[in-house]
């Protein structure tokens, strides 16, 4: 459940750190900005950033050979790197319980940012996502987007590298990505900020026609970071930009936002599921009408497995343009084998001041 809620004008902020040092693989936060206090676990909404932390060879990079992060990053993910990539392991799940407290509508004020298409005018490639498992002979066919990705990252408690899936979406910047929070952070007392994380727009059977953009800050709640609050398990990343120097939304365009929106509504889901039947390599997509689920997540009926973590769900997904409005993110699913549900925070006033305040680092 999400608790009580100052207005945006009076709640508190929080950095969990102005910079990020390095020791050993482990990283070290300073102390937060303007000298407010650490994020309380007792205020799971306050906003959590951090400089994009990076992996001990990495560090090593940028130290002997004078590389820039985002560039020793990018060398980091070589291909062979991408493709033995696994997808996170989050855990199944029952629905979550209902609750009847008023905080979640008190919150859902109606908030909307449009889509913007790439500067370049281009549209959605011809290529269609592929279509669910035992859906192979409907009708129906879904265009591909170039602003849904796919997500790499090294976990710095067991040293493997992950994928999730997300989207470029239109801001101020033009540079965020939209995501879950487990695919920022690994959640709880156990979990650590994700290194060497870049987003991969489009990404098309190894081919990365758009290039690679590297984070700049991670952005969560403190109520995943601390808790593994499924309700709180949002994310969004600012990022650098590309080897060619482009900047992301300029260079793909970028999805809409809407908050405080009908929890019921016919959502396209789309990502880049990575475990059986699916490849992982390319974009696949659910489209289905969702539903409300305790008191602060939405539930869609869906098959794609894990490595989807992360993707948006697209309320008037305009196939011409491959653009919509995101309205939630693929948090977790019933089951890991043969899923048939996932679950999404429900966007509200909380999620919508979350993209703001991480639209406006620098």
Not at 117 to 137: F, H, I, M, N
Request: proline share 8%; aromatic share 10%.
């Amino acid at each position: 459940m999400r608790g009580f809620r100052l207005p945006p004008s009076a709640r508190r902020v929080f950095m969990a750190a102005a910079t990020v040092a390095l020791m050993g693989g482990a990283m070290v936060a300073t102390a937060p900005v303007s000298g407010a206090a650490a994020p309380s676990v007792n205020d799971p909404g306050a906003a959590v950033a951090v400089p994009a932390p990076v992996s001990p060879d990495v560090a090593q990079a940028m130290s002997t050979a004078r590389k820039s992060r985002s560039q020793a990053v990018l060398d980091y993910w070589t291909q062979d790197r991408m493709s033995k990539a696994i997808p996170v392991k989050e855990p199944a799940r029952t629905a979550p319980s209902q609750d009847t407290s008023a905080d979640a509508a008190a919150a859902a004020i109606p908030r909307s940012v449009p889509p913007v298409a790439p500067l370049s005018g281009k549209k959605a490639l011809p290529d269609k996502a592929g279509r669910v498992a035992g859906q192979e002979s409907a009708q129906l066919m879904v265009n591909a987007s170039i602003t849904v990705g796919k997500i790499f990252y090294r976990n710095a408690v067991d040293g493997l590298n992950y994928v999730c899936s997300g989207a470029s979406i239109n801001s101020t910047s033009k540079r965020l990505v939209s995501t879950a929070g487990h695919c920022v952070h690994g959640g709880g007392p156990s979990g650590t900020w994700h290194q060497n994380w870049v987003f991969v727009p489009y990404y098309n059977f190894g081919n990365r026609p758009y290039g690679s953009f590297p984070s700049n800050w991670l952005v969560s709640f403190n109520g995943w970071i601390n808790n593994s609050d499924f309700d709180y398990d949002v994310g969004f990343v600012k990022t650098a930009n590309n080897a060619s120097g482009q900047i992301l939304v300029n260079t793909v365009g970028g999805q809409g936002i809407q908050t405080g929106q009908s929890k019921s509504r016919f959502l396209t889901m789309m990502g880049y599921p990575s475990e059986s039947p699916y490849p992982g390599d390319w974009q696949y997509y659910c489209q289905n009408t969702t539903s409300a689920s305790g008191s602060n997540q939405i539930t869609i009926g869906c098959p794609l497995t894990r490595g989807q973590s992360g993707g948006p769900w697209l309320w008037a997904y305009d196939d011409s343009t491959g653009l919509g409005y995101i309205n939630g993110t693929s948090s977790t699913l019933n089951q890991i084998v043969n899923p048939t549900q996932w679950w999404s925070p429900y966007f509200d006033g909380p999620d919508w001041d979350l993209f703001n305040y991480a639209d406006s680092l620098v």
